[in-house]
């Protein structure tokens, strides 16, 4: 099947990723995401000199997708609504809740701080966490797809 063709076999002629459908799913997912993590806030914890909360979010938000990109890529149904389910939960809501941005503010802030080896460990730390925390949502997903059958 094309890029550009529909499921149902009709010439779209847009791309999917100017599909207003497809924009729209993205949107609503990240306000839903960003709003989550806005109310968790991002305040550092009590006695502790690295922002956790972004770490955490970071963290639950890389787990969080493994499961999804794992059960998504394993289920069976309509392609199409599989789409919408990664665009929104996956590409707009995890999007949207995970704050890289804030980490890099935040690396830097602990540098300007005088705290260059807590910037460097938080920085390497919250990447090779959030990589284990992605394996871990993927074994995850294996043993709810293996529970569910």
């Known amino acids: 099947m094309s890029a550009h063709m529909s499921a149902s076999g009709h010439q779209n002629p847009r791309p999917a990723y100017l599909r207003p459908t497809h924009l729209g799913a993205v949107w609503l997912g990240g306000a ?10 991002s305040d550092v914890l009590a006695g502790s000199q690295l922002p956790l909360t972004t770490l955490m979010i970071n963290l639950v938000g890389a ?3 493994g499961v999804l990109l794992e059960s998504l890529g ?20 995890l999007g949207g809740f995970t704050t890289y941005s804030a980490l890099a503010t935040e690396v830097v802030q602990l540098g300007q701080a005088g705290l260059a080896a807590q910037a460097v460990a938080y920085a390497f730390g919250t ?23």
Request: cysteine-free.
């Open 32 to 41: 839903g995401g960003t709003a989550a993590r806005y109310s968790l806030g």
């Open 63 to 65: 787990f969080l997708l």
């Open 127 to 149: 990447v090779l966490l959030g990589a284990v925390a992605s394996l871990a949502g993927i074994v995850a997903g294996v043993h709810l797809r293996r529970v569910k059958s």
């Open 74 to 93: 394993h289920a069976k149904g309509v392609p199409e609504r599989h789409r919408y389910v990664r665009l929104f939960a996956g590409t707009g809501f």
